[in-house]
């Protein structure tokens, strides 16, 4: 993209529909029009700073709260048109990946851009398995949370640790570095997720094995008690890998953007990925399936639930797992969790909540007030009914959704790290505080 500032003063259109790929813009204040070139489809909020109305003041901006029609990065990472309910990663749909990849081919996909060859893919498993162990000081750092801690905030702090025994880690500009960072944040994610979820127990950790594949270790450092050698279900491990697929990326939601956003300060991966976690923790993004867990539970039943969505129509309380800022359709996601959900009620028995779910859902997208808002269920609706079925406690849910994302993360950080036009992340803001005070001594104040 050309990124010179190239509006300039010019005339009025005379009305003419011109084939120009520019944006004729008029300042009513003064009369002047401006003509700034539209490239993709957008322009450039830096080509405003041109309209004033005094050549003394700063300029014109663009006032965006929560980047509601903002692009802050060129990416070709992921692509979403929510209007059309289509999500592909590097180009392929996701249901291509959830039905014939696994979570770490995809990863490599994410992260280079390619689907690997064998030799690629052979070398790739190698890597992130020969990373899973974790250091064992970091296993008493573990120790010292309370019986009790959320898992989610053990991996935030426990991640954002990892940054204080990696120091070639600092080296973000080395592709080396990069590349060995990758293998230990991917290797090591489902490593300190499962020991956190043992520490709440107070069960013994279980070492990574490394015959296994990247959901079967992860299930066996999560649920191996006394058997020599664990052997993980085929549909749960499948099942698992396929919901890590589907949660790989996502452009840029709001941990995308924290990761690019705190990784422009050029630190190191560690502390960037752990900020993109503290941002996924909340309900809002991959807090909400263990939301969504919560006010299944609080429905109580199918009869209850008319009532609820009354309330929600009032505005008490939120559909949790319902609505997105991009999808106003069905989540691509939702549609495939939704058939895996089956599958392992068929193994686990059905989830007692499946039914007030499924009863939320039909009222939803039949109600005046979800269609009109172009509110559908997102990935969060049903992930909990499964995890819930495949043994994980309800605090475990939104670090189900972390441990995939991380490929998404770093795919997104390395891309903004290597991305010329890209800065240290810094928006403006309107002041609309007091103009200048001058101290009052306490006893002087009312
Ligand atoms: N329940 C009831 N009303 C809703 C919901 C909901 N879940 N979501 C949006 N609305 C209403 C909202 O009140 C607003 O109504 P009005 O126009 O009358 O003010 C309208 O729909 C537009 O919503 P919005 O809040 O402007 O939309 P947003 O793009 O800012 O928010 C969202 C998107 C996902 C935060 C929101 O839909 C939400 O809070 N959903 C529940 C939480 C959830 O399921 N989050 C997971 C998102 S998907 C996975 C992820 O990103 O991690």
Redesign the pocket.
Known sequence: MDSSLSATQTKKPEGSVTSRETLTITDNRTGKSYEVPITHGTIRAADLRQIKVDPKEFGMMSYDP?FNNTASCISKITFIDGDAGILRYRGYPIEDLAEKSTYLETAYLLLHGELPTSAQLENWTYNVTHHTYIHESIKKFLDGFHYDAHPMGMTISTIAALSTFYHDAKDIFSADSRTKQTYRLIGKMPTIAAFSYRHTLGMPYVYPDNDLSYPGNFLNMLFRTSETKYRPNPTLERALDILFILHAD?EQ??SANTIRSVGSSHVDPYSATAAAIAA?YG????G?NEEVLRMLMEIGSVEKVPNFIKR?KA?EV????????VYKNYDPRARIIKRVAYEVFELMGKNPLLEIALECERIALEDDYFVK?K?YP???FYTGLIYQSMGFPMTMFPVLFAIPRTSGWIAQWEEMLLDPEQKIARPRQIYLGHDTRHYVPIGQRG
């Open positions: 929560a996502h939601n709001c996924l309900p809002l993004h991959g909400a929600v505005g939120k559909l949790m797992g319902f609505g997105h800022r808002r509110l997102n990935v969060d």
